[in-house]
C-alpha cells in the first residue's frame, strides 16, 4: 500500500524514455542556435549571401547589445544567483541526498549554465569584431564549443544514467 505520493510516483529520470528523448531534442535546439543565430545562417553568409550576411549581422547584434546592457544592469546579479541557488540546490539533492530526479536535474542544466557563460563571454567579444569574416569566425568557435560541450554532456549523462539504472537493477 502507498503511503505516500512519491510511491504512487516514478521519479527515475534515468529509465524514462521520455527524459532521453528530451535530453536529445534539449541539446539539438542548443547546438542549433548558438547565441540565437541558426547555425545554416552562418553557413549561407559564409558562402558570401548579402541577405544572410545581413540577417547575421542584425541577430548577432540583438543579442551583443542584449548582452552589454543586461552587464551594467543590477538584473545580472539577480541572474547569476539565481543559477547559483539552483545548481547549488540540485548538486546537493543529487549528490547528498541521491535524488535520481535532482541528478537528471544537474545533468541538463550544469552543462547549459557553462554554455550560456560561453554564449555571454562570445557575445562581449563579438562587440569587437572588425568585419564579417571574424564575425562568421567567431560564430563557427562558438558553434564547436557548444557542439564540444553538448556532446560531453550527453556522454556523461548517459554513462551515469546506466550505471544508475544497472546499480537499482542490482539492489
Known sequence: MATSIW?????????????????GVFW???????????????H??????????????????????HELAMAGRPARIWRVGGWAFALGLLAGL???????????????????A????????AARLMAHVPDMD???RAHT????QVQSIGIAAVFFTAIFGMLRVLSNAMQ
Open 7 to 23: 510511491d504512487l510516483i516514478d521519479v527515475g529520470s534515468f529509465s524514462s524514455l521520455w527524459f532521453w528523448l528530451f535530453l
Open 28 to 42: 539539438t535546439r542548443i547546438m542549433q542556435a548558438p547565441m540565437g543565430v541558426p547555425v545554416d545562417l552562418v
Open 44 to 65: 549561407r553568409a559564409q558562402g558570401g549571401s548579402i541577405n544572410a550576411q545581413t540577417d547575421l549581422e542584425t541577430l548577432s547584434g540583438l543579442k551583443i547589445h
Open 94 to 112: 543529487s549528490f547528498i541526498y541521491g535524488l535520481e530526479l535532482a541528478q537528471a536535474g544537474f545533468a541538463l542544466l550544469f552543462p547549459c
Open 114 to 121: 557553462a554554455v550560456r557563460l560561453l554564449e555571454a563571454r
Open 134 to 136: 571574424a564575425l562568421v
Open 141 to 144: 568557435v562558438l558553434r564547436r
